[in-house]
């Protein structure tokens, strides 16, 4: 009766043995590493630390200026253009400008790395089945496992610091780029991709002249959620020595500072809608042929 | 024929896990139903040999599910035969190798689609001029040719447009004129037309009709209207259950249909706008009008009731007159 209400786990001893058998085995694995890959991402530390300080050192209405023309040149709408400057002369005003610049730096170079790492991978599975069923698994993980849990074999790795935190963010950001990528190219219309194949378009020639282009909507709405998803990570990543604004965030919930973390939340907040209007109005401009009648 | 542009031979395609497996039962006449009932493939295929001539329009006829659009896709290999050979200008279309293949559909064959297939993101101009594109040529060059296309077909002032900015038949003119940049002399249309209304499906048939006066294409032209194929063939073959039924001239299938799936088919044509009046010669000429053989019956009707004791000489393509037809025959004919 006993087999029954107990469950026939590992003794508590074995157990801890192996737990302590992997600790010691990724131990030494990071001993002998560690070095290495630090310094194979000393480059991408470099630019973040020049990223950060250039935003950091410019004159604010520099800032506001860049600011202003991207907001524009992206969503062709005053209101947004406004609306943006208006928002970071706020969080400007109320104190938060540099935390505000170090989130940017950081955001900015995560959307980069996950859009350089993210394209390539959602046309190699969108290309090859096996692929697909090979990283699909992967993506899952990288979504769904808790992020303090890959926190510790990064840090264990590469210590406390900003690319460890760069590359959380960007474990976290990376699945919907991927997954959105890989959609929009199997999205693409047979019969359009049958014309080009009969007219003796090469594989690559199919590639850049029809599935991309027309998987681009997907591909922003792929784009978009990895700076959302980068972004909600802002307050996790400060926790392993990130700058910006989720360090006045841990702050204040570890001491109770109601008005601070409000304060900087709504800051997080600002940036995730004035980027997500922005790429979203971007990318509805790039579908002008969507438009049916009249130009 | 040793002459012949295209030369399709015991071709089979049959869909499904091991065709080369079921390929010997086929060979052995199981039918369609069967080997979809008892062996799960669907035959696509059955042992269609064609010869297509040089500078003809081939129209290849049949309902839908009939094999048709099947077969046109392997002239140029978007899908390949479980058997069968298929030869282009002498060349083995299977036999190619995959740089040989894209030369082939970049210079030689060119394609009409029934759903388009227009490239939406791109401008009236830049759909024309895709095929240039693929081919490598210049923007300049590609652009010129594009023009040009645009304005045969008869599009001057929407270079500018995107496709869902057109109406049905505009963008298929947009396709027509894209098949026709690339220069090449292979024109593969698959129901072309058949997407259209009926009205701008005929205005459309006359744009190719008057098109091809011109350019001498080999044409092969697939539908599922009997009326449409009447009108464009020099030669039509008819499909059923992936096999050809019969072949020849819109006159002889009109005339002649070899089984009664065929005869069904045609009964409800006007036959005045098939039947020349070449067929119908019998006895001496009578002397006053003569007219040439291949005018249409429909509109030597008037002629006929016209002439003295209603009955006219007809004359061969060298003038030479062969006989007579009268009026009393033509009628019969239309109306048998």
Same mark, same amino acid.
């Given at each position: 009766m006993d087999f029954l209400t107990t469950f026939p786990s590992m003794g508590r001893a074995d157990l801890a043995a192996l737990r302590r058998g992997i600790d010691a085995g990724f131990r030494n694995f990071s001993r002998e590493w560690g070095e290495a890959i630090e310094a194979f991402f000393h480059p991408l530390l470099m630019f973040l630390v020049w990223f950060d300080k250039l935003l950091v050192n410019t004159p604010w209405p520099v800032i506001l200026g860049v600011i202003g023309v991207l907001v524009w040149a992206g969503s062709r709408s005053w209101v947004m253009t406004l609306g943006s400057v208006a928002a970071f002369f706020l969080i400007g005003y109320f104190g938060m400008w540099q935390d505000t610049m170090s989130t940017l730096a950081i955001i900015s170079v995560a959307t980069i790395l996950c859009i350089a790492i993210g394209i390539p991978l959602g046309i190699l599975m969108a290309r090859s089945n096996r692929a697909q069923s090979t990283i699909t698994p992967v993506l899952d993980v990288m979504q769904t496992i808790p992020s303090f849990v890959y926190l510790i074999p990064v840090v264990m790795l590469l210590g406390i610091g900003r690319v460890p935190g760069l590359i959380a963010v960007c474990i976290y950001a990376l699945p919907p780029i991927v997954r959105l990528t890989n959609l929009g190219i199997r999205l693409v219309d047979r019969d359009v991709l049958e014309a080009s194949t009969a007219f003796g378009a090469s594989g690559w020639q199919k590639l850049w002249g029809v599935q991309v282009p027309l998987a681009l909507p997907n591909i922003f709405a792929g784009i978009n959620q990895t700076i959302m998803m980068a972004l909600a990570m802002v307050v996790i990543a400060s926790m392993i020595g990130v700058q910006g604004l989720g360090v006045p965030v841990l702050r204040a919930i570890s001491n109770q500072y109601l008005a601070l973390g409000v304060m900087n939340g709504l800051a997080i907040v600002a940036l995730a809608i004035i980027f997500d209007r922005v790429s979203q109005r971007y990318g509805q401009r790039l579908q002008a042929h969507r438009k049916g009648h009249g130009q | 024929m040793s002459d012949a542009k295209i030369s399709i031979r015991n071709l089979y395609k049959i869909f499904g896990r091991t065709p080369d497996k079921v390929l010997p039962l086929v060979r052995d006449g199981v039918s369609k139903e069967d080997l979809l009932a008892q062996h799960d493939h669907v035959l696509g295929i059955n042992d269609v040999s064609l010869d297509i001539q040089p500078h003809g329009l081939q129209v290849v006829m049949g309902l839908s599910g009939s094999g048709k659009s099947t077969l046109i896709r392997h002239i140029n290999r978007l899908i390949d035969p479980t058997a069968g050979e298929i030869l282009i200008d002498g060349e083995d279309v299977l036999r190619m190798s995959e740089s040989r293949l894209r030369d082939l559909r970049r210079f030689r064959t060119s394609m009409v689609f029934q759903k388009f297939g227009l490239l939406p993101h791109r401008k009236v101009l830049q759909n024309v001029a895709y095929g240039l594109q693929v081919q490598g040529k210049s923007e300049t060059e590609s652009t010129r040719a594009a023009r040009h296309w645009i304005a045969r077909v008869g599009l001057d002032g929407y270079e500018n447009h995107y496709p869902a900015q057109l109406s049905g038949g505009m963008q298929q003119r947009v396709g027509l004129a894209r098949a026709l940049a690339t220069d090449a002399d292979i024109l593969l249309m698959d129901e072309a037309f058949s997407a259209l209304d009926p009205l701008i499906r005929t205005e459309m048939q006359g744009i190719l009709l008057e098109l091809q006066q011109e350019l001498h294409k080999t044409i092969i032209f697939i539908t599922h209207d009997l009326d449409e194929a009447l009108r464009l063939g020099d030669n039509i073959a008819i499909l059923r259950d992936g096999a050809v039924v019969q072949q020849g001239s819109a006159q002889q299938i009109v005339l002649? #249909?070899? $089984?009664?799936?065929?005869? =069904?088919?045609?009964?409800?044509?006007?036959?005045?706008?098939?039947? +020349?009046?070449?067929?119908?010669?019998?006895?001496?000429?009578?002397?006053?009008?003569?007219? #040439?053989? $291949?005018?249409?019956?429909? =509109?030597?009707?008037?002629?006929?009731?016209?002439?003295?004791?209603? +009955?006219?000489?007809v004359s061969d393509r060298s003038g030479r007159i062969i006989g007579g037809v009268d009026l009393k025959t033509a009628i019969r004919a239309i109306h048998a």
């Open positions: - | 002649r #249909p070899a $089984d009664d799936y065929i005869r =069904d088919f045609v009964k409800d044509i006007n036959r005045g706008r098939v039947i +020349r009046l070449g067929s119908l010669v019998e006895g001496t000429a009578p002397g006053g009008p003569v007219l #040439p053989h $291949d005018t249409l019956l429909e =509109d030597a009707l008037l002629h006929l009731s016209d002439a003295p004791q209603q +009955r006219v000489a």
